[in-house]
């Protein structure tokens, strides 16, 4: 029978631990499921509604939702809106700009299905402050982000960060792109400046008002107290806030 050299065996033996350190490791690497890609945009300094598109790459696994903070590096860029495509069509898009300055969008729906595939999911506009710096760029980075698969799972995503460019406008159609919310469009000192047909008053209890670009109106959303005012509430202003009010025969103030 043929000898085995006792350092022959140690030397199976260690590779063989090794060999399984190695397998056991690799085994829990978790590979990026999906990525998300933002998208760049270009315009002058004091623009408003400039547009910038969000891809979603999901090659082998179906999407229910999503949720991400999107932030610009020194928050030159103040977002709004949520415009869904065609890959989404059947999906409900909300967003606000949060208090940090981010952006944050939640793309759902109940019955369908992002399919796998490649290509934009949501759209959204930006206005660019007058003070962002000319001939100069700013990253476009996220925060918080989740996406679930079709059985609500968590999903590994990997972030592609997009860029904003800011130009020095010229002259004054320069800052002419058409919008009927902003009126009085003139280019001073690089920047563009215009007048907002449809201000907001700052204040809670009249409801938000806002400007409707696609149908060239001036709108509001409903008073935040309508619903108690047949029982005899009143909308009280607060700093940053409102409260709905129900008063007694005491004329002690109940919050309702």
Known sequence: MKMINK????LLTGSAILIGIVISFTSSIRTTD????????????????NPIEVSLDNPDVRVRGIQIEICDVDNYVSCAGCGITDRTSRFTCVSNEKKNGCYEVILFSFTDLIEEGKGPIFTFKCDVAEEAPGDEYRN???GKVKIADENKESLDVAVEQG???FNDCFTSNDCD???????????ANGACQSIERCPDDGLYCNGL?????????????????TYCYSYGCTCEEREDSYECIMYNADDDGESI
């Open 7 to 10: 350092y022959t065996v140690i």
């Open 177 to 187: 792109v058409g919008l009927w919310c902003y009126d009085n469009k003139t280019c």
């Open 140 to 142: 476009l980075i996220h």
């Open 34 to 49: 999906v990525t998300l890609t933002i998208g760049d945009s270009t315009s002058y300094r004091g623009s408003h509604e």
């Open 209 to 225: 008002e806002y400007c409707d670009e696609d149908n060239d109106k001036c709108r509001y959303t409903p008073e935040p107290c």
């Open 163 to 165: 860029k904003f460019c």
